[in-house]
């Protein structure tokens, strides 16, 4: 019933920037929080950047704070990460989920999406 596409994921420079897309299924998210997760080769996945469901409240891993903004525009049933000033540590294929719960677990999430792969060369 619900599925989450991101798009957006690509090879840059060290310093780029990207957008990441998040795209749900239907005419609005089904679960209010959406959440931004990341995960390099050999890692665990890691949490990103997270939303509630007005985009008052956000919130992000200190590895990114600064410099990724995750937003939302519930009209067009998408959330987006903008990143700025790219690092080779960005690395990883990242997926956006969705929940009801205000929380950066991985077992907490109810619907991922397939993941986008961003690639920061230096």
């Known amino acids: 019933q619900v599925q989450l596409v991101e798009s957006g994921g690509g090879l840059v420079r060290a310093g780029a920037s990207l957008r990441l897309s998040c795209a749900a299924s239907?005419?609005?998210?089904?679960?209010?929080?959406m959440n931004w997760f990341r995960q390099a080769p050999g890692k665990e996945r890691e949490f990103v950047a997270r939303?509630?469901?007005?985009?008052?409240?956000?919130y992000y891993a200190d590895s990114v704070k600064g410099r990724f903004t995750i937003s939302r525009d519930n009209a067009k049933n998408t959330v987006y990460l903008q990143m700025n000033s790219l690092i080779p540590e960005d690395t990883a294929v990242y997926y956006c989920?969705?929940?009801?719960?205000?929380?950066?677990?991985?077992?907490?999430?109810?619907?991922w999406g397939e993941g986008a792969l961003v690639t920061v060369s230096s």
């Open positions: 989920a969705a929940t009801n719960r205000w929380s950066a677990l991985t077992i907490d999430m109810n619907y």
């Open positions: 239907g005419r609005s998210f089904p679960y209010p929080n």
């Open positions: 939303i509630n469901w007005s985009g008052a409240n956000t």
